[in-house]
Structure formats: structure tokens, C-alpha cells
């Protein structure tokens, strides 16, 4: 979805120009920066078109609009970039994203150096199993605070010194989030559920083929940009070639927090309850990250390379374990339409997980990865 909605904004845009239809424009969302929209977004479109960091954000643009006219646009657009609380500019990462979404990446022919001389790992069984038995108290325990309380629930130090900010987050904000862990699990709001499996595969360029069960019929392939420049990396190099002698392995996970999380979120908004909306709902995403965070770390148990994990689960968050694992929409692999190819794999409906027209998944408290076992694999962008 993130990537995908910055294509689809573009394109809206020009077609309003087509249309002659000049509303002012608020944008924002997780996978917009504001360099993107007043760069390149507010250049295509004849009307105002203003950067939105939240929807609190958003609510302010809508309340000038309502009291000041459109003409108030133009100035509120000039603000100063967002800025980290270290002083930095918040667009290295999202803008890597946006640009992977918008540009084309023809094949260059060339492959990166990543070693093909790796141990392949035997997996437990190969297919898809389910898993609908696990214990909340555990994923609690993988979520990523910082992305929580700062990212999703918008409580940021700012200007406050740093005994100011920690004293809200220990007598305010964290009582909040043991309440909410508890409503929960008692009233079974979050109801956790995996799906995931290995599969047989082989790289061919920059396409990775996956096999039937026999270890050598094409069953499906995916197809994957490659690095322009730098490395010429691409998420296909990871995985033995086709033609080496050796067949590698591929798991997929989809996990999912289920449909009761979005429809009591729906509740909450219907309701006008707009901080316990932000609360329970930036809870229940984060509460699938952390889903998919423990669940690649048992998958990394069963493949017996859990061995460099890092003892502190915050460590995790940065990648501290053997390999990587990429969702689909993301630099890597920025197709959403791949996902059909990943139902084809692991029928993600058994666990109640569906997808719309645009490829998106639903419920939104869902998310899926490639898991890569290669020891040198990482995050990395594609320019």
C-alpha cells in the first residue's frame, strides 16, 4: 500500500488537471515526505497542494481552509521540513520507496558479487502450514516501542528536554499501553494467526522460480528490480542460480491480527473517539509487525540458523539475526500485484486474510514477507 498510493496520488493528480478540477490538496501518510509532495507532487498540479506530517495535521490544513479560503494554502506550504528529534531531515528511507514506485528498472545485465558459495539450510517440511494458537503476551514482547509510541501514536520529545518527554511516556503514555495490551487480550480484540511455509527455488537473473514439489517444474516466478548502480543488487542474487547443482529454499509468511481489529478500530472512529482510534489502531499494526518479527525468528529456529540472533529483541528491530525478510511494496520487491502469486503459495485465506482490487490486504493489520536465509542479505534501496 505505501508504495503503491504515492503512483496512484500522482496519477490523480494529473488527471484532476485533465479535469480542469483545482481542490486544495492535503498529502501525507507513512510513505510521503515532504520534499516529495512540494518537489514533485505540487509541480504537476495547477492547484494548492500542501504537505501533512499526521492527520492531526491534516484536521489544522482543513480548519484554515474552512476559516481562511484556499489562498492561506499557498503560504502554509512553505514550512520548514520535518525534522528528527537528532536534528535530521526524516526523507533518506521514504524517498528511496517513492522513487523504487516511480521509476522503471530495466535489466542491466549484470549481476552483483553476492557469494553463491553459501550453506543452504534443510527446511522442516516443505508447503504451507497454519498456526492459530499463539499467545499474545509473547508478540507483546516483539513489539518495536519506538515505532509505536513515536511513529504511530505521534508522542514525540520535540522541544522538551529528555526528563520531560520520559516522564509522559512513564506516566501517561505506557499506562495507556498496558491497559489497551490488556482490553485486548480480555476481550479478544487482537485475534493472532500465521500462515507460512517453504518452498523449492532456484535464481534465474533477476527472476526467482519457484518449483513444484518434484524439485525441478516451474511452478511460478517472481521478477525483481536491480540496483542501476552501486551493487546491482537484486533480492534474486541471494538464492542459488538455476544450473548450479543446488536447489535453495524460500519461506513466505502472511500473519495477521484478524477482521475484529479493524471493525472495533471502525467502532472507535464511528464513535468520534479519536485518541483511543490512534491508540488501539496503531496497537493492533504494530502488534502484526511484531507478529512477523517473532514469527521470522521461529522460522529462523527451524532452519537452524538462529544461532547469530541478537540476545536483546531490540537488536532484532535493526536486523540483528542472519539474513532479511522483505514485504511486498517495498524497494526490493515493489509489485503488490507478486501478492497473488504469494495467496497462489500460501492461501492466505484460512486465516481470513484477503485481497482488494488494488492488491492490497485485508484486514489492514496483515503483512507478509520473503524471508531470505542468505547470510549477507539486508535491507537496500533500489535508485
Not at 271 to 283: P, Q, R, T
Request: charged residues 30%; glycine residues 6%.
Amino acid at each position: 500500500m505505501l508504495v503503491k498510493s504515492t503512483a496512484i496520488m500522482k496519477e490523480n493528480l494529473e488527471l484532476m488537471n485533465e479535469r480542469g478540477l483545482t481542490p486544495p490538496v492535503v498529502l501525507g501518510g507513512a510513505a510521503l515526505t515532504r520534499r516529495f509532495v512540494e518537489n514533485d507532487l505540487r509541480s504537476i498540479y495547477k492547484g494548492a497542494v500542501v504537505y501533512a506530517s499526521d492527520a492531526f495535521d491534516g484536521l489544522h490544513f482543513m480548519e484554515q481552509l474552512k476559516t481562511k479560503g484556499a489562498a492561506s494554502f499557498t503560504s502554509s506550504a512553505a514550512a520548514e521540513p520535518v525534522i528528527s528529534e537528532e536534528g535530521d531531515e526524516l526523507l533518506t528511507g521514504a524517498e528511496a520507496k517513492i522513487a523504487a514506485a516511480l521509476k522503471e528498472h530495466p535489466d542491466t545485465g549484470i549481476r552483483s558479487n553476492i557469494s553463491t558459495d553459501v550453506a543452504i539450510p534443510k527446511p522442516p517440511f516443505w508447503g504451507s502450514k497454519v498456526v492459530d494458537t499463539i499467545s499474545l503476551e509473547e508478540i507483546f514482547d516483539y513489539i518495536n516501542e519506538a515505532a509505536l509510541i513515536k511513529g504511530q501514536w505521534q508522542v514525540r520529545k520535540a522541544k522538551r528536554s529528555e526528563e520531560e518527554y520520559r516522564k509522559e511516556v512513564e506516566e501517561k503514555v505506557r499506562p495507556d499501553l498496558e491497559r489497551l495490551k490488556k482490553q485486548a487480550i480480555a476481550e479478544q480484540l487482537l485475534q493472532p494467526k500465521v500462515v507460512y511455509g517453504y518452498f523449492p527455488c532456484n535464481s534465474d537473473g533477476n527472476d526467482l522460480i519457484i518449483y513444484r514439489d518434484d524439485m525441478k517444474t516451474e511452478r511460478l516466478r517472481f521478477t525483481f528490480p536491480r540496483q542501476k548502480d552501486d551493487r546491482f543488487l537484486c533480492l534474486s542474487d541471494y538464492f542459488a542460480p538455476k544450473g548450479s547443482g543446488k536447489i535453495d529454499v524460500v519461506p513466505f509468511h502472511m500473519v495477521t491480527m484478524g477482521q475484529k481489529a479493524s471493525e472495533h478500530s471502525a467502532k472507535l472512529y464511528a464513535a468520534n473517539d479519536y485518541k483511543e482510534y490512534l491508540y488501539f489502531h496503531g496497537l493492533s499494526v504494530e502488534t502484526a509487525e511484531a507478529l512477523a518479527e517473532l514469527w521470522h525468528k521461529k522460522i529462523r529456529e527451524e532452519l537452524g540458523i538462529a544461532g547469530k540472533d541478537a540476545k536483546e529483541i531490540k537488536r532484532l528491530f535493526s536486523q540483528g539475526y542472519q539474513g532479511s525478510r522483505y514485504s511486498f511494496g517495498y524497494p526490493a520487491c515493489p509489485d503488490l500485484e507478486d501478492h497473488t502469486k504469494l495467496f497462489e503459495l500460501l492461501h492466505p485465506e484460512q486465516i481470513g486474510v484477503h485481497l482488494t482490487e488494488e492488491f492490497m490486504l485485508e484486514p489492514e493489520q496483515s503483512t507478509d514477507a520473503i524471508i531470505v536465509h542468505h547470510p549477507d542479505a539486508k535491507y537496500f534501496t533500489i535508485k
